[in-house]
């Protein structure tokens, strides 16, 4: 575990590898980094939240790092725009945060399993759900939506920002206004090439939408989740914010405003900003 000392006064950032068998045979070891705050929590300290933050497809931990060494999360610590929280962020490829469909890698397990009670151990952090937040981009929107839909009671809020989540609640209902029929569109993109983007075995068999598995997609399926435990998740009193352009380049508002709905009519509360 390495740490490194913060560019201006608030907090510091630590960066390692958590050992697992969880995710995969070619890898031994999720990168991470943490940001904690100065202001205290850890080992018999009153302890701190826990911001889980999960960035998108493409990114790593890097991501924090880069946040860290610019000063953003510094400042609004310093300045009380942020109560000092603990936030951390694993490297997870183009994983969607998923356990497989083919049970090749548990990424949501790992999550769930092993690096949220190893940070909250390491730093004294979370606990409960009052202490537990979760905040992610595109892919990590759809991470956190979720992780935090398949276990309300163990979260107190999560914001999805730009979620990459389908406007539909059934892969037979996907469109082609969906990145996930992309490669269906473009005759350039070959079946092997949308194997080399890791959808092969990720929501099923096959590498394009009809060869997903139903019953897991729906699984999978954050707008789907919020319909089928709707009643779950509104009285676990779990907090939600959603944003999205309503721009987006991959036509990602199309999902956010679906889930808007589905929320909407299940009477769960929450915010959302177009």
Same mark, same amino acid.
């Given at each position: 575990?390495?740490?490194?000392?913060?560019?201006?006064?608030?907090?510091?950032?630590?960066?390692?590898?958590?050992?697992?068998?969880?995710?995969?045979?070619?890898?031994?070891?999720?990168?991470?980094?943490?940001?904690?705050?100065?202001?205290?929590?850890?080992?018999?300290?009153?302890?701190?939240?826990?911001?889980?933050?999960?960035?998108?497809?493409? +990114?790593?931990?890097?991501?924090?790092?880069?946040?860290?060494?610019?000063? +953003?999360?510094?400042?609004?610590?310093?300045?009380?725009?942020?109560?000092?929280?603990?936030?951390?962020?694993?490297?997870?490829?183009?994983?969607?945060?998923?356990?497989?469909?083919?049970?090749?890698?548990?990424?949501?397990?790992?999550?769930?399993?092993?690096?949220?009670?190893?940070?909250?151990?390491?730093?004294?952090?979370?606990?409960?759900?009052?202490?537990?937040?979760?905040?992610?981009?595109?892919?990590?929107?759809?991470?956190?939506?979720?992780?935090?839909?398949?276990?309300?009671?163990?979260?107190?809020?999560?914001?999805?920002?730009?979620?990459?989540?389908?406007?539909?609640?059934?892969?037979?209902?996907?469109?082609?206004?969906?990145?996930?029929?992309?490669?269906?569109?473009?005759?350039?993109?070959?079946?092997?090439?949308?194997?080399?983007?890791?959808?092969?075995?990720?929501?099923?068999?096959?590498?394009?939408?009809?060869?997903?598995?139903?019953?897991?997609?729906?699984?999978?399926?954050?707008?789907?989740?919020?319909?089928?435990?709707?009643?779950?998740?509104?009285?676990? +009193?779990?907090?939600?914010?959603?944003?999205?352009?309503?721009?987006?380049?991959?036509?990602?508002?199309?999902?956010?405003?679906?889930?808007?709905?589905?929320?909407?009519?299940?009477?769960?509360?929450?915010?959302?900003?177009?």
């Amino acid at each position: 575990m390495l740490s490194t000392p913060a560019g201006m006064p608030g907090s510091r950032l630590v960066a390692g590898s958590l050992p697992t068998q969880l995710v995969g045979p070619q890898t031994d070891a999720v990168d991470y980094a943490v940001i904690v705050p100065d202001a205290g929590g850890g080992r018999g300290g009153s302890p701190l939240p826990l911001l889980l933050n999960l960035h998108g497809a493409g +990114g790593s931990c890097e991501q924090l790092k880069l946040e860290h060494e610019a000063g +953003g999360w510094d400042a609004r610590f310093t300045s009380g725009l942020l109560p000092p929280v603990v936030v951390a962020m694993i490297s997870a490829e183009i994983s969607m945060y998923l356990d497989y469909w083919d049970g090749s890698q548990r990424w949501e397990t790992f999550l769930r399993t092993e690096f949220v009670p190893f940070i909250e151990r390491e730093f004294g952090c979370g606990g409960s759900a009052s202490r537990r937040m979760a905040l992610g981009v595109s892919m990590g929107g759809f991470g956190v939506l979720k992780h935090c839909f398949r276990q309300p009671q163990d979260w107190g809020a999560v914001a999805a920002c730009e979620p990459a989540i389908d406007a539909a609640i059934d892969a037979a209902d996907i469109t082609m206004r969906s990145p996930k029929r992309a490669n269906e569109a473009d005759p350039a993109n070959t079946p092997e090439q949308a194997r080399q983007t890791q959808v092969r075995g990720k929501f099923g068999p096959g590498a394009e939408v009809a060869g997903f598995d139903a019953a897991f997609y729906r699984k999978n399926n954050p707008a789907a989740m919020a319909r089928d435990s709707g009643a779950a998740i509104r009285s676990s +009193g779990l907090k939600i914010c959603l944003e999205v352009g309503d721009q987006d380049f991959l036509m990602l508002h199309d999902g956010c405003e679906l889930l808007h709905r589905i929320l909407w009519d299940e009477q769960i509360e929450h915010q959302y900003f177009l």
